[in-house]
């Protein structure tokens, strides 16, 4: 399975829009990215997820290239209770999601 | 929303013991269930995915017979750490898809069980 890779941390200050690269250089024609966040000692919440192009829901907005070789993670407007860990997983969501492949995560740091 | 919901969270046992972890689908059913572990500053690594009315299918690396899985019923799915070894004691964690009308399907996860075997 191809590896997914995303810096290992980034950090912010309240207020500021943050971007999380995930790079996915052999995504398949199939597979979608989905942006998913962790906080310690609970399970991955789902934030958004995308095909091509961009997408924009309530809390984020995902881009996606048309070579869909990376995509990005757009948190506009960052708050302290952001901080937590994002994770890229890319795969089928349609048959395959016994091979979705996790990035490696982005630890996001928010400070005041 | 769909949530699955896993029991216990936490968890604390003596070596040699074995620990049963519970993971449902709440307002959805789920043929289909995925255990997960993670260990700490680390990615989910997936264990194996649960089968309703079938055996389990196993990653490569991970010991069937040490993680015993059942997959009682559409909504129930459990991992049983046998004979737990301290280098068991991770964050275990279950997800199970969704699929809306029309649209992909959905990953939805569990809120983990820590387990610490002492």
């Known amino acids: 399975l191809a590896k997914i890779t995303q810096p290992i941390s980034m950090d912010s200050y309240e207020g500021q829009e943050v971007n999380i690269t995930c790079s996915h250089n052999n995504i398949a024609t199939n597979d979608y990215i989905t942006w998913y966040q962790q906080f310690p000692s609970q399970g991955p919440r789902f934030i958004i997820q995308?095909?091509?192009t961009k997408v924009t829901n309530e809390v984020a907005s995902l881009f996606i290239p048309a070579d869909r070789k990376s995509s990005t993670l757009s948190l506009p407007r960052v708050s302290l209770s952001d901080t937590a860990v994002y994770y890229c997983?890319?795969?089928?969501?349609?048959?395959?999601?016994?091979?979705?492949?996790f990035g490696t995560g982005t630890r996001l740091l928010v400070s005041p | 929303g769909a949530v699955v919901s896993q029991h216990p969270s936490w968890v604390i046992c003596k070596s040699g013991t074995s620990v049963k972890i519970e993971c449902r689908s709440l307002d959805f059913q789920a043929t289909t269930m995925f255990w997960y572990r993670q260990f700490p500053k680390q990615s989910l690594m997936l264990m194996a995915t649960?089968?309703?009315?079938?055996?389990?299918?196993?990653e490569q690396g991970v010991e069937k017979d040490k993680f015993l899985i059942n997959h009682a019923s559409l909504t129930l799915s459990t991992l049983t750490v046998t004979s737990a070894h301290p280098e068991d004691s991770s964050f275990y964690i279950c997800?199970?898809?969704?699929?809306?009308?029309?649209?992909?399907?959905?990953?939805?996860f569990g809120e983990g069980s820590r387990l610490t075997v002492l």
């Open positions: 649960s089968n309703e009315g079938s055996k389990a299918t196993y």
């Open positions: 997800s199970a898809p969704r699929w809306v009308a029309g649209g992909t399907g959905e990953l939805f």
């Open positions: 997983l890319v795969g089928d969501m349609n048959t395959g999601f016994q091979k979705l492949v």
């Open positions: 995308g095909y091509k």
